[in-house]
């Protein structure tokens, strides 16, 4: 009997464990915004919780916050002094305003039907060729089409197109690319001579590059159909593509990371996020019966367990981005072409924590730096062997240097991806010409015969 009450202790000691374990891996891994979310919710279902938002949340590092003594700990946490104040003037750092929700493109079009159209036929036919505008703003069927759809005359159809065609934004209701660029060249009174030859008659040619070719059949230089592909290119080929009607997506850093007399400092981002304390009601657990009162130490208990959870949290992100920042200072200091070679395994292995907890940290997660907000995880970047020499380089390293070759590069002659790899030799940098290429392509360069000017 002893035996079966020990082995019962013993299993809900681990379940315990387990599921603390489990929450604090949990909490770990969210970002700020997902962490509020999380607060607000637990707050919601947990009667021993009171929030509040503040400046300041009570450092981690206080013993109080580890303790066991339920008492102890619910005295401390519904202290008044502890508390943080809030006040809704207060700017949140990294945070902007809201802007307003965004109209969908269908929305948008509709709004200028009911102002352009009074006859409730061709309104009907309008609303029906909006009702028929994909999101990129193209027209997805043709006038015949549309004409038995709404029982009409393709003439009257057309007519109603020309003035959907009219609308905001510029292209809209096009039924293919040469129609959207006419019609935004015809809108800014630039369809006349090449651009309209580019425009009407060249624009595979242009996808190829093939300048030469365009500027023979035209009977012209080639420096003239570049310059007349350069305001072809300045036209937008997806003019619906700017609608939507989702709500701005908004990052919430949860670390600032700021140079202090000289010397980076580390600052978690806690006004997003809201401070947890114990209820006073919950305080004189004494006065209750026996029922209510295991009720409230079973709601004390899991209370415990989600703030030691967060400060566990915090801890262990300032931990991380110390460590990150004391390694990475060159890069703070002097911009992306310093970034240093550093794996989760390293910082990992300085601060004492496991691999898997070093990621958790990071997943998700933003740092406001003098130059701006940069996903944490982007401080650790894969490594490329240096030739000759056991030293590594990162690929953000020869990613700066291709940059830096194309920018520099004679536009009339430029740089061929092998070139480029003789170039990247010469800094040491051995890689091949399928590597140049993945780099250049994710860098948003396009190939040396799409480069070339003319």
Same mark, same amino acid.
């Given at each position: 009997?002893? $035996?079966? =009450? /020990?082995?019962?202790?013993?299993? *809900?000691?681990? +379940?315990?464990?387990?599921?603390?374990?489990?929450? #604090?891996?949990?909490?770990?891994?969210?970002?700020?915004?997902?962490?509020?979310?999380?607060?607000?919710?637990?707050?919601?279902?947990?009667?021993?919780?009171?929030?509040?938002?503040?400046?300041?949340?009570?450092?981690?590092?206080?013993?109080?916050?580890?303790?066991?003594?339920?008492?102890?700990?619910?005295?401390?946490?519904?202290?008044?002094?502890?508390?943080?104040?809030?006040?809704?003037?207060?700017?949140?750092?990294?945070?902007?305003?809201?802007?307003?929700?965004?109209?969908?493109?269908?929305?948008?079009?509709?709004?200028?039907?009911?102002?352009?159209?009074?006859?409730?036929?061709?309104?009907?036919?309008?609303?029906?060729?909006?009702?028929?505008?994909?999101?990129?703003?193209?027209?997805?069927?043709?006038?015949?089409?549309?004409?038995? $759809?709404? =029982? /009409?005359?393709?003439?009257?159809? *057309?007519?109603? +197109?020309?003035?959907?065609?009219?609308?905001?934004? #510029?292209?809209?209701?096009?039924?293919?690319?040469?129609?959207?660029?006419?019609?935004?060249?015809?809108?800014?009174?630039?369809?006349?001579?090449?651009?309209?030859?580019?425009?009407?008659?060249?624009?595979?040619?242009?996808?190829?590059?093939?300048?030469?070719?365009?500027?023979?059949?035209?009977?012209?230089?080639?420096?003239?159909?570049?310059?007349?592909?350069?305001?072809?290119?300045?036209?937008?080929?997806?003019?619906?593509?700017?609608?939507?009607?989702?709500?701005?997506?908004?990052?919430?850093?949860?670390?600032?990371?700021?140079?202090?007399?000289?010397?980076?400092?580390?600052?978690?981002?806690?006004?997003?996020?809201?401070?947890?304390?114990?209820?006073?009601?919950?305080?004189?657990?004494?006065?209750?019966?026996?029922?209510?009162?295991?009720?409230?130490?079973?709601?004390?208990?899991?209370? *415990?367990?989600?703030?030691?959870?967060?400060?566990?949290?915090?801890?262990?992100?300032?931990?991380?981005?110390?460590?990150?920042?004391?390694?990475?200072?060159?890069?703070?200091?002097?911009?992306?072409?310093?970034?240093?070679?550093?794996?989760?395994?390293?910082?990992?292995?300085?601060?004492?924590?496991?691999?898997?907890?070093?990621?958790?940290?990071?997943?998700?997660?933003?740092?406001?730096?003098?130059?701006?907000?940069?996903?944490?995880?982007?401080?650790?970047?894969?490594?490329?062997?240096?030739?000759?020499?056991?030293?590594?380089?990162?690929?953000?390293?020869?990613?700066?240097?291709?940059?830096?070759?194309?920018?520099?590069?004679?536009?009339?002659?430029?740089?061929?991806?092998?070139?480029?790899?003789?170039?990247?030799?010469?800094?040491?940098?051995?890689?091949?010409?399928?590597?140049?290429?993945?780099?250049?392509?994710?860098?948003?360069?396009?190939?040396?015969?799409?480069?070339?000017?003319?």
């Amino acid at each position: 009997m002893q $035996a079966e =009450q /020990s082995l019962n202790m013993n299993l *809900s000691q681990h +379940l315990a464990m387990t599921m603390k374990l489990q929450q #604090a891996i949990r909490i770990l891994q969210l970002s700020a915004q997902e962490l509020r979310a999380e607060i607000e919710k637990e707050y919601l279902e947990n009667p021993a919780l009171e929030m509040d938002y503040g400046d300041a949340a009570p450092e981690p590092s206080n013993p109080l916050l580890q303790a066991e003594n339920i008492s102890r700990l619910s005295e401390y946490l519904g202290d008044e002094e502890n508390r943080g104040s809030y006040s809704p003037e207060e700017r949140e750092p990294g945070r902007e305003k809201a802007a307003p929700v965004n109209l969908t493109l269908e929305e948008e079009l509709l709004e200028q039907v009911n102002f352009t159209f009074s006859d409730l036929q061709q309104r009907a036919i309008a609303v029906f060729l909006v009702g028929s505008v994909d999101s990129r703003g193209y027209l997805t069927l043709s006038i015949e089409e549309a004409a038995r $759809a709404v =029982q /009409s005359s393709v003439e009257e159809v *057309s007519a109603v +197109l020309r003035r959907v065609q009219a609308f905001e934004p #510029a292209g809209v209701a096009a039924r293919d690319l040469s129609e959207c660029l006419r019609l935004q060249a015809e809108r800014q009174g630039i369809y006349e001579g090449l651009v309209a030859a580019v425009i009407d008659r060249h624009l595979d040619d242009v996808a190829e590059s093939r300048i030469r070719e365009i500027a023979a059949q035209e009977h012209c230089r080639p420096q003239d159909v570049q310059l007349a592909v350069d305001i072809v290119r300045q036209l937008d080929p997806k003019p619906g593509s700017s609608y939507g009607g989702d709500d701005p997506a908004y990052i919430t850093p949860d670390v600032l990371i700021q140079k202090i007399d000289g010397e980076y400092q580390v600052i978690l981002n806690d006004n997003y996020v809201p401070h947890l304390h114990i209820s006073s009601v919950y305080r004189k657990a004494e006065s209750f019966d026996a029922e209510t009162r295991k009720y409230i130490t079973q709601r004390l208990n899991a209370a *415990s367990w989600l703030i030691n959870s967060i400060e566990q949290r915090r801890t262990t992100i300032r931990r991380v981005v110390t460590e990150i920042v004391r390694v990475q200072r060159d890069f703070l200091d002097k911009g992306p072409d310093f970034l240093r070679p550093l794996t989760m395994k390293e910082v990992a292995d300085e601060i004492g924590v496991h691999e898997s907890t070093v990621s958790r940290a990071v997943a998700n997660k933003y740092a406001e730096l003098p130059r701006g907000v940069m996903p944490l995880r982007k401080f650790f970047t894969a490594n490329l062997a240096k030739a000759g020499s056991g030293e590594d380089f990162i690929a953000g390293q020869a990613k700066a240097a291709i940059r830096e070759l194309i920018e520099k590069e004679d536009p009339h002659k430029p740089l061929s991806d092998q070139k480029l790899c003789t170039l990247l030799k010469e800094r040491r940098m051995e890689l091949s010409r399928r590597t140049v290429m993945k780099y250049r392509e994710q860098l948003g360069y396009p190939s040396s015969v799409k480069r070339k000017r003319y």
